[in-house]
């Protein structure tokens, strides 16, 4: 598995301790940017990462902004992302088991750094169920088809 890392200013720390986490796992990575605290635009790097991971440069992305909203509204706004904004570890597990998310959304200025890797080792850990919840997914992307063309 191949993870996309992007973030905004308000995300640059926890991205750093994500990057140090995936490495101790063995998990290799793509960082999208941003590379300091210095003021950026959420968007700009959440299409960079969003289009690696659709383009099959990665498998799944790990964005973070301050909260990780902005983040995900702009990620989702990309065909065939499904990000899922996680503050806890239960719904990280439900947005892969039940969603098949393709990107995990975490808040840098709201999520200790220990709930972050916990968070995140659920969500890489937590496979999709598919089932009933595979109709649910094929339907979000008919949506995403009749809306976005394609």
């Known amino acids: 598995m191949k993870v996309a890392l992007a973030c905004d200013h308000g995300g640059f720390?926890?991205?750093?301790?994500?990057?140090?986490?995936?490495?101790?796992?063995?998990?290799?990575?793509?960082d999208y940017g941003t590379f300091s605290e210095?003021?950026?635009?959420?968007?700009?790097?959440?299409?960079?990462?969003?289009?690696?991971?659709?383009?099959?440069?990665?498998?799944?992305?790990i964005f973070i902004c301050g909260t990780g909203i902005g983040?995900?509204?702009?990620?989702?706004?990309?065909?065939?992302?499904?990000?899922?904004?996680?503050y806890n570890v239960y719904a990280?597990?439900?947005?892969?088991?039940?969603?098949?998310?393709?990107v995990l959304c975490l808040g840098g200025r709201v999520l200790g750094e220990e709930l972050a890797k916990r968070i995140v080792k659920a969500w890489l850990e937590t496979?999709?169920?598919?089932?009933?919840?595979?109709?649910?997914?094929?339907?979000?992307?008919e949506i995403e088809k009749n809306e976005c063309g394609g």
Not at 13 to 30: A, D, M, N, R, T
Not at 38 to 61: F, L, N, Q
Not at 71 to 86: E, P
Request: positive net charge; contains cysteine; proline residues 2%.
């Open 127 to 141: 496979p999709f169920e598919g089932g009933r919840h595979e109709r649910r997914v094929k339907k979000i992307a």
């Open 38 to 61: 210095e003021s950026v635009d959420y968007p700009d790097y959440a299409y960079k990462a969003a289009k690696g991971i659709v383009s099959g440069e990665a498998d799944r992305g």
């Open 92 to 102: 990280a597990e439900m947005s892969r088991r039940h969603n098949d998310a393709n």
């Open 71 to 86: 983040i995900s509204i702009a990620a989702n706004k990309v065909k065939g992302i499904r990000a899922a904004l996680c």
């Open 13 to 30: 720390k926890l991205k750093e301790v994500i990057k140090s986490y995936l490495e101790e796992l063995g998990i290799e990575y793509v």
